[in-house]
């Protein structure tokens, strides 16, 4: 097995974030799988993880900017899996998402208006706790993946494999 290198992880986090977002995107245009204010924000730290990784791995010859790039990676990851979690057990219980936090930042950030083919909320939560995809609910795999790029980015850092790029 390759060795764990920042390098690796930083291209790994970016490439699975975007991956995540495509999917997510054709689950909503092509099996009408309608997102809520949580789904939306989660797209939005998968693309946030995808640009500090992509920065981080072309900037990788900076020791300092690979470290931060691992440590906001993973911070990101972590809030990530928290907005995958409240959706999970708050949010999916809620009649109605608006005005929580996530709903509170795409109305800040006017995200909707810019960017609607990839932020606009078209179902509350509750509905969207309905979509499953080899019967677990979206959530949970965002928040496996939030998890998983946290872990690895913590565990390079840990390794001292920040050093080889």
């Known amino acids: ?20 977002v495509a ?8 099996f ?22 992509t920065l981080g791995w072309v900037l990788q010859r900076v020791g300092v900017v690979r470290v931060l790039a691992l440590l906001l990676t ?14 999970h057990e708050v949010a999916s219980k809620l009649a109605s998402c608006d005005m929580t936090f ?9 995200l909707e208006d810019r960017i609607p083919s990839i932020f ?13 995809l080899l019967g677990l609910p979206y959530e949970i795999w ?4 939030f998890t998983l790029i946290a ?5 390079t850092l840990k390794r001292g494999s920040v050093n080889r790029r």
Do not use: H
Not at 23 to 30: F, I
Not at 120 to 131: F, G, I, Q
């Open 142 to 145: 965002s928040g496996a993946l």
């Open 32 to 53: 009408n799988v309608k997102p809520c204010p949580w789904c939306v924000m989660q797209r939005g730290i998968f693309l946030l993880i995808a640009a500090v990784s």
């Open 102 to 110: 996530a709903d509170r930042v795409l109305t800040m950030f006017k």
């Open 1 to 20: 097995m390759r060795a764990l290198t920042a390098s690796r992880v930083l291209a790994f986090s970016a490439l699975v974030s975007l991956a995540a």
């Open 74 to 87: 993973a911070a990101l990851g972590v809030a990530g899996l928290f907005a995958a979690g409240y959706q």
């Open 120 to 132: 606009m909320v078209t179902a509350n939560c509750s509905e969207a706790s309905a979509y499953t």
């Open 23 to 30: 999917a997510a995107l054709v689950a909503q245009y092509q």
């Open 151 to 155: 872990l690895l980015c913590l565990l």
